[in-house]
């Protein structure tokens, strides 16, 4: 089994639609990360949460919001979509090595395609 | 802010032969974390090798090495012995002090039989 899964993989909407995309993890990992992707841009960080009661924006963040109802889940929700918000969305997590430092290496879900209509 | 630069959209490279990879990046900081990542047709993010910018040594897993180039805030990736398999989109990516990644636009390589 896959240690990050994301549902659904791929999801067609219409505009103004509420959509949530949702993300578990079975590595036991603290840091949760939603990124979009698009074509000439690479990856761009919408969300990132530390850990259940530490949700931070990132640098895209504007249209979206998170959840993190677990250690091993974190959704993000767009509320009102539009289409500007096709991309295709991933879902990273982080842990920690020996001690407290953070590993470095992050973790992706197969990602889902969202298209916006 | 830290940035990252693939000036290299596409690339191509015939099989068996070997390629470099661009990227430069811009930070004040003196210690983080360089990755280079593979995005398959599958779309599954895969990580390739990893740098730490204290290390005088260029990393390498198998056929795939660096060039790190401190000073000169470089970090290529040189594939050899290309393989059909290795067509793929190619990620070069920061991490921050603040535990954020940042990545470049990506490179799209094509492996020719």
């Known amino acids: 089994d896959a240690d990050v899964t994301q549902t659904p993989r791929n999801r067609i909407t219409k505009t103004g639609k509420r959509i949530m995309l949702e993300c578990s993890q079975t590595?036991?990992?603290?840091?949760m990360y939603w990124y979009r992707q698009d074509p000439g841009l690479g990856l761009r960080l919408i969300y990132y949460?530390?850990?259940?009661?530490?949700?931070n924006k990132g640098e895209i963040s504007d249209g979206y919001s998170v959840s993190r109802q677990a250690q091993a889940k974190f959704s993000l929700s767009l509320e009102s979509a539009i289409p500007n918000q096709t991309a295709l969305y991933f879902c990273?997590?982080?842990?920690?090595?020996?001690?407290?430092?953070?590993?470095?290496?992050?973790?992706f879900g197969p990602g889902t395609r969202l298209t916006v209509l | 802010a830290q940035t990252v630069t693939q000036s290299q959209p596409e690339m191509s490279v015939q099989e068996a032969e070997t390629v470099t990879l661009s990227c430069t990046y811009d930070t004040s900081e003196s210690n983080y974390y360089l990755f280079w990542y593979k995005q398959p047709p599958s779309r599954q993010m895969i990580l390739v090798i990893r740098q730490e910018a204290y290390k005088q040594q260029n990393a390498t897993e198998n056929r795939f090495s660096v060039n790190f180039q401190k000073a000169a805030k470089s970090f290529s990736l040189k594939i050899s012995d290309s393989q059909l398999g290795d067509t793929a989109m190619y990620f070069c990516a920061y991490l921050t002090g603040t535990y954020k990644y940042i990545f470049g636009t990506g490179t799209r390589l094509k492996v020719l039989a």
């Open positions: 949460s530390f850990d259940v009661k530490d949700i």
């Open positions: 990273a997590t982080r842990g920690k090595a020996a001690g407290s430092r953070p590993m470095e290496e992050q973790f």
């Open positions: 590595k036991g990992h603290d840091r």
